[in-house]
């Protein structure tokens, strides 16, 4: 830690004189302008106007079983390496193998690739995202689900899609919080970054849950639908009634819904097995997956609550 004075100029103004070391690793010049940034009330962060993005290479190398260096590749990129180096033999005939576990890391890119070596780059500029905007893309996505649920014909497809785009911003979300972990002075983010990494978790968790539903009624009999599009429905709102939370700031009415509307939920799903003895295996099932949304929106609120 270094002490420097404050020197008064003028009339209501204060200079701070800057290490010039960090003056050149930054490359600043004069003229050039600093951000400051105030964080608390007794701390303020100095920074360049303009910002470098730091260089980290991370190699690693092609190995089977396949699934154990997708993990390892996948630890790479929430840590943020700029560029992953794939090293093995024969990389060519594994690269459409690769490619199809990339999608979900969609902010890299293949730079370039021979047999023995796969280069890949991270395009991402983190100053153009927020935490919020992407958890409220991601819980979009899950009412997109369930209102394709609700279809008298069941798209299949189009629900594959939508949760492929849940994975997408689930991975880019983790990145996100890694990174601000990695390099923030934000007390508050760090502070709060549980809170967001549990809401991205459980949202994902409930697209993967509505996911395994769709593949339960996609060939199941049309008579069958209204009780199931009733609860869909039902779950659906008590959801949207829940994240919306995340457009706004907390209020008491929140807390009450929550706590009322549960119950109530519960109980019509408990409800629906009695009048569905011809179905039950089918309503066991879903009914449990629906309570499982249920269980797994508990953690949004804990969340929520703690953000207030």
Avoid: C
């Avoid at 009733?230 to 995340?246: A, G």
């Avoid at 008491?252 to 799903?269: A, C, G, M, R, T």
């Amino acid at each position: 830690m270094e002490k420097r004075k404050i020197i008064r100029l003028g009339n209501s103004s204060y200079v701070l004189t800057l290490p010039n070391d960090w003056i050149l690793k930054n490359k600043i010049k004069k003229g050039d302008k600093v951000i400051l940034k105030q964080i608390e009330k007794k701390k303020i962060i100095i920074e360049p106007n303009k910002t470098y993005k730091i260089k980290r290479k991370g190699i690693i190398t092609f190995e089977k079983p396949l699934k154990l260096f997708i993990k390892k590749l996948i630890s790479l990129y929430f840590k943020n390496y700029n560029i992953i180096i794939i090293k093995g033999e024969n990389l060519t005939k594994e690269l459409n193998k690769i490619k199809t576990y990339l999608n979900k890391m969609s902010t890299l890119q293949i730079y370039e690739y021979n047999d023995n070596k796969i280069v890949l780059k991270d395009i991402i500029n983190f100053e153009e995202l927020k935490i919020e905007d992407l958890i409220r893309r991601i819980n979009k996505n899950v009412i997109n689900i369930f209102n394709e649920l609700t279809k008298k014909e069941l798209d299949y497809d189009l629900i594959n899609e939508i949760d492929s785009n849940i994975n997408n911003l689930t991975y880019l979300a983790y990145k996100y919080v890694n990174n601000k972990l990695f390099n923030s002075y934000d007390k508050n983010f760090i502070v709060n970054s549980i809170n967001y990494w549990r809401i991205i978790f459980s949202l994902e968790n409930i697209g993967d849950i509505l996911k395994r539903v769709s593949r339960y009624i996609k060939t199941e009999r049309e008579e069958e639908m209204p009780e199931l599009n009733f609860l869909f429905n039902r779950t659906k709102n008590y959801f949207e009634n829940i994240s919306s939370v995340l457009n706004g700031e907390m209020n008491k009415k929140f807390l009450n819904y929550y706590l009322d509307e549960k119950q109530s939920l519960l109980k019509e799903i408990e409800d629906s097995k009695l009048r569905h003895k011809n179905q039950l295996n089918l309503f066991l099932v879903i009914t449990q997956l629906l309570k499982d949304i249920i269980g797994r929106l508990e953690m949004v609120i804990v969340s929520l609550i703690d953000l207030e």
